[in-house]
Every structure is written in structure tokens, then in C-alpha cells.
């Protein structure tokens, strides 16, 4: 048992309300250089949606993440060793600036300076890349809030799991449902990006998990952009280097939650760690779809158990790093709620990013144009639900129904729970019921709600004292070297020559 | 002069300053170190430019480096004809492929809009020159045929001249300007490596065929210090290995030697008549050998006298070497006075042969573990001997088997001769008196 610890993260997407600051705060933090313009370390994506890039989920395309040949052998779908050679003169999986977007801007000067006349000057967008102008074609959250329309929505490649007769139903205008999906960089625990880099620039910090790129040693290869199922490597085209989401470390080291976490109007976030047993990596990805989520869970290690303790000390990992372990909320949403989910765990990556999956549309029903949801029918609200559990199992357990079941009917069971509880309008005997069925108590329900509607900002983000980075990018300031390429540094000086 | 310059001072400056210029960047300035891809702006004309460009000019620089390097093995491939003629097939195709794709990179950089935003001054510099040069290559070759063949007589002893600091320029200066022009224009490249894009041919990830496909980089001294820690007990623990593997093989090795001797011993000798008459026989020639010598050895007991040689062969300086009575090396050198002085010639420190060069000092060094010896008194003169070499009893004896001057160790020499007897004379050693011995 080789325990490490692992910063994790929790996104509860019933709480979520798309608004996009999560994205601006890291925009205006990271990404607001020349190269990077188009580059969205986080995202908010519609659901059901194409997402960015466009269609990123596709990996017939893209070839992203790990291919199990179904006994020992777990490779990147993107490329063998010897193959890769061949790649990087040009790299099929890659996907250009046209999946993505033309980052653009508009000529604001054109207002001051425009001549007096008889119709209103207009400022005209131009490429943030050519400074040529442009029309505009797509953007970061193009279909935001479009689900439901044929143009963007039906190509989202999670309704393939999804009959013909459900899929007409999810479309009828009545019925249009959608949520929100944020997304960050995972910091999977068995990344294929760090193992398709060519340059080996790519690596995990061993205290924390954090997957970062050395700007230094990267050589522009590009086969991370490929090998990363998620797209959340992005290639700065300015600088020639991929740059990709630090979670960050530099906040986290000084005791701060990352950017987006602190900026989010829904406190939808949680950050805890997680202590894992290493020797089980890769060989727990080394299962059939169905078994995944399970098999990544059986990766976790208790932070409470005398040996996991005593094995975590041994790795060198600090009594304050254990204790911020033994009051996670991210360990008691995976591991004793069991609420919460990876994003697409069938590409094998085991990403230490989770799910809450979101209740309300499955839940809500329309009935004549009025929004019920009826208690007693309560499971049918499952097989009735305006958003196909496949779907959500499609997304949020590699199609394995009854793992999203079970979170739904505890999160249902909490609901229940809490109205009975505050309204009185339901049988008492009925409630004890559900939470029976949905295999919870309700001290487990009080706990459930304590940490989802009233936690204060110390429960959300259970942050471990980190060491600063010994790394270049923490000797200079990313606000002083704002506007420069690459992570602050000028293409041709290094700060230590 | 100027082909002084050309062919002697570019050469030199380009490789000078592209060592200088590539440690540097590759040390102050890794961040600049990149491929600098397009493929993202621009994907659809790339793959037909940027994949045969590649693939062709690789071909060809192989070929040259491999002409360059090995001269000796490709002169070896050329000097089959039909070799010639398919690597000069392949050459120009090659070089055809790379003059296609570059076409079309160049065709992409200069009407793509977003490619141009990230074009540089130098990248159209390199872009040109490469073009250039590479029809200046076809040229050559389709001009001058068979250059894999010619150049391994011109150009490869030119590039080792270079190379062995004994520049020789005449190998090349006689050629046509096609081929000159080719040849600066490489020159030109390796200068331009370290301040172009043309650095990233020095960033191939050949690392990737090996490495662990997951990095973990701990930061903190606590783990960092417990990884080196683990990484050691882990080297032990191979060491411990292979040391394991080492002892029992030599020991089952052991085992098989032992036990087959052993088998032997009780199943008597190999039954093989042919194999057994041929060991007795060398134990014959062994003992026959033995016998001789020590028939030889005791002639020399019971002989009065040995001789060692003619007195006109003595020297002042340089002894002569013979064998004593006792079997042991003793030295005869010409004295001052005439008179021969004879000496064993045996450290007594630890039984080396001494040498037989007498030094200014009239001393003779034994070579092992440099002790000194007075050849007139036999007294170790410095080094670890401690005990004055034996002196030996001799006589000069005339041809007719006279013993003119006898010399006993002790005494005065005894006796006269004169010159002329002398030189007729030869060095007998004597067998030492019983009482001496």
C-alpha cells in the first residue's frame, strides 16, 4: 500500500446556475495573454450540449484517453511509443482552432475616432490572431443555454445511449430540460496526458496530485492535446508551449481556494484530500465499463483507519495533510455519501474531479403545463424523469444505470425528507420509507443537507498546508508579468539568465 | 582568399559558434525551445507539407551523415554499382518529397492569414535558404552523377580534414559553383541553428521510447529526501540480487567442476585410450624437460669451473648476466683496474634480477622496488635491500686452460698478466671453496 494524498474536488450541479464567473475569474487570472486568448482552463457547458471544443467527447475523433485491450494492457488511444515519432510532424488527433473558437475582440476605437455623421459608429470585431476583421462564428459557450435545438444540442454525443422514442422526448419543447456542466482541468490520478508527452514536461506534483506542464522543458509536441480526453490541455499558439488549468497552486499555497472556487455565485465547489493507495494505479482502470466508478472508490483509502494513518506517515505525508484528509467533504461525497461521480471514468483516467449529479431535471415533471412532483409516485419520478437516467449514465458512470440511481434516490430521499420535516405535509411513515429505499437514515440525511444547503465557506474548501512550488513560475509573479507569453516568462529570456 | 574564408574560416565559425549557441540556448533559454507547431492554426495543407517535408529530408540527411561518418562502410556500399544506383534513386526522390512538402509550407505560410501571425523574419530566412539548398542538392546530383560514389574521395576527406584540425581545402576548391554553393549553404545552416526554429531537429524526444509513462515530482524536502531514500533500498535490493544471482551461479558452476571430478574419481578415468595416451605423453615431455634441466644443473655442480665469457667482451659500464653456481643470476662487469668484478646479481630484498647498467654512481638498481647496489663492494646503497650482494669467485684463464689472476671474494685478486694475455683471456666463474659455502 503506497498511500499518497490527492487535492480533490467536488462540482454539486443541482447548485450550479450558470453564470459563467467561475470562467472570468480564471480568464482574467491565467488566460488573458496573447496565445491563450482562446484557451478556458475552466468552462460551463449546457447539458445536453456539444461542449468546448466542439464535440470533445468524440473519441473516434480525438482519441483521447486510455484503450483497455480487456486483460493487462492499458495504452493511450492516441498512440504507441513507436508511433508517435511518426505523430509529430503532424497530429491527426489534434484538434485545430476551428473546433475551438477565433478568439476576437472589437475595435472600440472606432467609436472615439469615427467623424461625426448621420448613423451611429459601430465597433466592429476583429481576430484576436490575424487583427484582421472578422465574422464571428462560435464562442466558448456558443450553445449556452441552446439545449433543446437541433442546431447544437442533438449532437451531443451522450444521447447515442438514448432510444429514437426517447430522444423525441427529450426534445419536445415541453419537455426541454437541460443543466449546467463546469469544467476544470481533473488532475486525473492516471493522466494520459503526462504519459503521451514526448518531452516527459508533463508531470504530478506527489504531495497534492496537481498535474502541471514545465514550461521549461516542454518542446511543443502537442500529443497532450490529443491524449487528453477532456481537451483540457490547450496549445498556446503565440509561445508554442501547451498550458493547461494549475488549479491554482499558488493560491492553494498561500491557503486560498483557486479562482473559480472562490468566485462561485452557486457554492457549488468543495476541495478536500483525498488519501489513495498508489499501487492500485493503473490496475484499477483495468476494468469493464460497469465496474469503473466502483473500482476507482476501492482506490480510496479511509482517512480514519489506524493503518491507512500509520502507512500515510511512512510516505512522509504530514499530520496536518491527514487531518485536512479526515475532514474532506470530497472523501464524504464519494466515499461515505457515495453522491458523487467522475465525468466520463470510461476513459480511464481516473479523474479526481467529481459530480453531484443534478436532481431537478430528473425530478421535475410537467403535468399540463404545471411543474408536480408526487410523492407517492415517487420512483416512477425516476422512470418518468424529464432527463433519461442514460443520459446521466452516459456522462457520469460509463452507462451504468444503477450507480446513478442510487445517488438520485438519496438525493430524492434528502428532498423528502426536509419537506416533511419543515412543511408536514407529507405521511411520516411514507418518508421512512423512501429513506429505507433509497438506503440512508436520517442522521446521514441531516449531514447530506448540512454540507449541500448551509456550509460555511471552511467546510466547502478543507485546503492542506502545501509547500510553495520550487518551480521558476513561483519566483515571478504572474501579476507583475501580465501580457507576457507563456507563464510570465519573455519567449527568449529565462529570469535566470 | 576568399575561398580561405569559405572553405576553411565559415566552416570553423559556423560549428564554433553553433556548439556555443546551442549550449547556451538549450541551458539560459529552454522556454525558447520549441517546435513552435502550426498544425493548430492550420491543419488541412500541413499534413501534405509538413509530413513528406519532413519524411524526405530526413531520408537525406541520413545519407549524408552516414556518408560523413562511416566513410569507410559507405565506400564499401558504393563501390557495388547497383548500390550506387538506388541510393542515388532514393536520394533525388527523396529529396523531391522534401522539395514538394516544403512547397507546400511555403505555399501555407505565406497565404494563410493566421499562419503569418505567428511568422517570423527568421522562420522566411530558413524557409528560403532550405528551398535553395535542397535544389541546389538535386542539381548537383542530377548534374554531377553518382555523387554518392565521387564524394567519398572529395568532400568526406575535406570534412575530416576539418575535423582533424588539418583543414584541407583543396579537395573542394576545384569543384563546380553548383556544388560550392551547396556546400556553403550547409555551412550556413549549421551557423543559423542555435537562432532559429531549426533547434527543435536537436529536441527529438527519443527519451519517450523508455521512460515511465507517469511522472511524480515531489517538492517538498521531507518526501523528496524519502524518495532518494526509497530509490536507494531499491537499488540495494537489485544490488542484493544480482549479487545473489552472481554467487549461485558460481556456485552451482562449483558444483558441476566438483562434482565431476568427483564422478571421475569414483568411475575411474575416462575409458578413452587416445585421450589418456596423449596426457601421458605430455607428462613425458613435463618429466623429460625436469630431467634435462636438472642434468644441466648438476653438470654446472661438478664442473670446477663455468664460464661466463671472453675477457675482451667485459664492460665498464654494462654488466654481462650469467648463472652461478647456486642457479641464480649473477652480473660481470670490466673494473677500473683491468680486473673483472663479478657479483651475484640477486637483490637480496626480495630476489629480483637487478639491472645490468651500472649509473654514475657505479650502482646498479634492481627494477623492483628500486634498491641501489655498489657493484665494487656489493653494499646497498638506498632502497628497502638491506644486505650486500654475494660476491663470486672467478679466474681469468688463458687459452691454453691456465688460471692466470684468480679472485676470491675477501682477497686481493692473486697473480699477472699482461695486456696482450688479457685479451686472449676469458671470465671463468669458480666453485667457491667448501668452507665458504
Known amino acids: ?497 | 582568399m576568399i575561398d580561405l574564408f569559405l572553405y576553411i574560416g565559415l566552416p570553423y565559425i559556423a560549428i564554433i559558434v553553433a556548439i556555443i549557441g546551442c549550449y547556451r540556448r538549450a541551458k539560459y533559454s529552454k522556454y525558447s525551445m520549441t517546435t513552435r507547431s502550426s498544425q493548430f492554426l492550420e491543419d488541412k495543407q500541413l499534413l501534405w507539407g509538413s509530413t513528406p517535408w519532413h519524411i524526405g529530408v530526413i531520408v537525406v540527411l541520413l545519407g549524408h551523415l552516414i556518408a560523413f561518418l562511416l566513410p569507410q562502410v559507405w565506400a564499401a556500399i558504393v563501390s557495388v554499382p547497383w548500390a550506387v544506383f538506388v541510393i542515388e534513386t532514393v536520394g533525388v526522390a527523396a529529396s523531391i518529397l522534401a522539395l514538394a512538402g516544403l512547397g507546400t509550407l511555403i505555399y501555407r505560410r505565406v497565404t494563410s492569414a493566421r499562419i503569418q501571425a505567428v511568422t517570423t523574419t527568421a522562420d522566411l530566412l530558413v524557409v528560403a535558404l532550405l528551398f535553395a539548398q535542397i535544389v541546389l542538392g538535386v542539381l548537383s546530383a542530377t548534374h554531377f552523377r553518382y555523387g554518392a560514389s565521387w564524394s567519398t574521395g572529395t568532400v568526406v576527406p575535406y570534412l575530416w580534414s576539418l575535423l582533424t584540425l588539418q583543414p584541407d581545402m583543396t579537395y573542394v576548391t576545384g569543384f563546380p559553383m553548383l556544388f560550392k554553393l551547396h556546400l556553403i549553404g550547409a555551412w550556413l545552416f549549421i551557423l543559423l541553428l542555435p537562432f532559429t526554429r531549426l533547434m527543435h531537429i536537436l529536441a527529438v524526444p527519443f527519451q519517450y521510447i523508455w521512460r515511465r509513462p507517469q511522472i511524480v515530482i515531489w517538492n517538498t524536502a521531507r518526501r523528496r529526501q524519502q524518495a532518494v531514500a526509497a530509490t536507494v533500498a531499491a537499488d540495494s535490493r537489485r544490488e542484493f540480487l544480482k549479487g545473489a544471482v552472481g554467487v549461485t551461479g558460481a556456485t552451482g558452476l562449483l558444483a558441476i567442476g566438483v562434482s565431476n571430478k568427483a564422478l571421475n574419481y569414483f568411475k575411474g578415468a575416462a575409458a578413452d585410450p587416445e585421450a589418456e595416451s596423449a596426457l601421458l605423453e605430455k607428462k613425458l615431455r613435463r618429466l623429460e624437460l625436469t630431467a634435462e634441466e636438472r642434468k644441466y644443473e648438476l653438470e654446472r655442480q661438478r664442473s670446477s669451473m663455468i664460464l661466463v665469457a671472453p675477457y675482451k667482451d667485459l664492460d665498464p659500464l654494462k654488466g654481462k648476466y650469467f648463472i652461478d653456481y647456486k642457479m641464480a643470476p649473477g652480473l660481470a662487469f670490466r673494473g677500473k683496474d683491468g680486473l673483472p668484478v663479478v657479483i651475484s646479481a640477486k637483490c637480496t630484498h626480495l630476489g629480483c634480477t637487478v639491472s645490468s647498467t651500472l649509473d654514475e654512481n657505479g650502482r646498479v638498481m634492481c627494477p623492483c622496488h628500486v634498491s641501489f647496489f655498489n657493484i665494487f663492494t656489493g653494499q646497498p646503497e638506498g632502497g628497502p635491500a638491506k644486505d650486500p650482494l654475494r660476491k663470486i669467485d672467478w679466474a681469468l684463464v688463458d687459452p691454453t686452460g691456465k688460471a692466470l689472476i684468480t679472485g676470491v671474494a675477501g682477497n686481493k685478486p692473486e697473480g699477472t698478466a699482461t695486456p696482450e694475455e688479457l685479451a686472449a683471456c676469458s671470465l671463468f666463474i669458480t666453485k667457491p671453496a667448501p668452507a665458504a659455502v
Open chain 1, 1 to 497: 500500500m503506497d498511500v499518497r494524498a490527492h487535492v480533490s474536488v467536488i462540482f454539486h450541479l443541482d447548485k450550479c446556475i450558470g453564470c459563467h464567473t467561475c470562467s472570468v475569474a480564471c480568464k482574467n487570472i491565467w488566460t488573458d495573454r496573447p496565445g491563450a486568448e482562446y484557451m478556458w482552463w475552466n468552462n460551463v457547458e449546457t447539458k445536453p450540449g456539444t461542449g468546448f471544443p466542439t464535440r470533445w467527447e468524440d473519441q473516434d475523433r480525438f482519441n483521447g484517453g486510455w484503450k483497455w485491450n480487456g486483460k493487462n494492457k492499458l495504452e493511450p488511444r492516441c498512440q504507441t511509443r513507436a508511433d508517435s515519432f511518426l505523430k509529430l510532424f503532424y497530429n491527426p488527433n489534434q484538434p485545430n482552432l476551428d473546433d475551438y473558437y477565433e478568439p476576437f475582440t472589437y475595435k472600440y476605437e472606432d467609436l472615439f475616432n469615427a467623424p461625426q455623421g448621420d448613423v451611429q459608429p459601430t465597433a466592429i470585431p476583429i481576430s484576436l490572431i490575424t487583427g484582421e476583421p472578422m465574422e464571428i462564428k462560435a464562442g466558448p459557450n456558443w450553445d449556452d443555454d441552446l439545449s433543446g435545438t437541433p442546431l447544437y444540442a442533438e449532437n451531443d454525443l451522450n444521447l447515442d445511449a438514448l432510444s429514437e422514442e426517447e430522444r423525441n422526448m427529450l426534445f419536445e419543447v415541453e419537455r426541454l430540460t437541460m443543466f449546467y456542466l463546469p469544467r476544470i482541468c481533473n488532475h486525473c490520478a492516471n493522466p494520459t496526458c503526462v504519459a503521451a508527452c514526448p518531452s516527459g514536461a508533463i508531470y504530478k506534483r506527489g504531495e497534492d496530485g496537481i498535474v502541471l506542464i514545465n514550461q521549461e522543458k516542454c518542446r511543443g509536441w502537442r500529443a497532450c492535446v490529443a491524449a487528453c480526453p477532456y481537451k483540457k490541455i490547450y496549445y498556446n499558439w503565440k509561445t508554442g508551449k501547451s498550458e493547461k488549468c494549475v488549479l491554482c497552486f499558488p493560491r492553494l499555497e498561500t491557503g486560498q481556494a483557486p479562482a473559480c472556487f472562490h468566485s462561485c455565485v452557486g457554492r457549488i465547489r468543495y476541495m478536500g484530500v483525498m488519501l489513495y493507495d498508489a499501487d492500485r494505479i493503473p490496475d484499477a482502470m483495468k476494468v469493464p465499463d460497469r465496474a469503473l466508478v466502483e473500482s476507482q472508490r476501492s482506490a480510496f483509502l479511509d482517512p480514519n483507519d489506524p493503518a491507512v494513518i500509520a502507512g500515510a506517515r511512512a510516505n512522509g505525508i504530514s499530520e496536518e495533510f491527514i487531518e485536512s484528509a479526515q475532514k474532506s467533504p470530497a472523501y464524504k461525497y464519494i466515499m461515505e455519501w457515495k453522491l458523487a461521480l467522475p465525468l466520463h471514468i470510461e476513459y480511464r483516467t481516473m479523474p479526481m474531479l467529481f459530480y453531484v449529479p443534478p436532481l431537478l431535471p430528473v425530478m421535475g415533471k410537467t403535468d399540463n403545463g404545471t411543474y408536480t412532483h408526487d410523492a407517492k409516485n415517487f420512483f416512477t419520478c425516476l422512470e418518468n424523469s424529464r432527463l433519461p437516467i442514460k443520459y446521466l449514465a452516459s456522462l457520469f458512470s460509463a452507462g451504468n444505470v444503477e450507480v446513478v440511481e442510487a445517488v438520485m434516490r438519496k438525493l430524492m430521499a434528502v428532498r423528502h425528507y426536509k419537506r416533511w420535516q419543515s412543511v408536514r405535509d407529507m405521511d411520516e411513515n411514507e418518508v421512512h420509507k423512501i429513506l429505507r429505499e433509497a438506503k440512508t437514515t436520517p442522521e446521514e440525511v441531516e449531514r447530506i443537507y448540512q454540507m449541500t444547503a448551509i456550509p460555511t465557506q471552511y467546510q466547502r474548501y478543507v485546503l492542506p498546508p502545501l509547500q510553495r512550488e520550487e518551480a521558476v513560475e513561483s519566483t515571478c509573479s504572474p501579476e507583475a508579468c501580465k501580457g507576457c507569453s507563456g507563464f510570465s516568462l519573455e519567449p527568449t529570456f529565462s529570469p535566470r539568465a
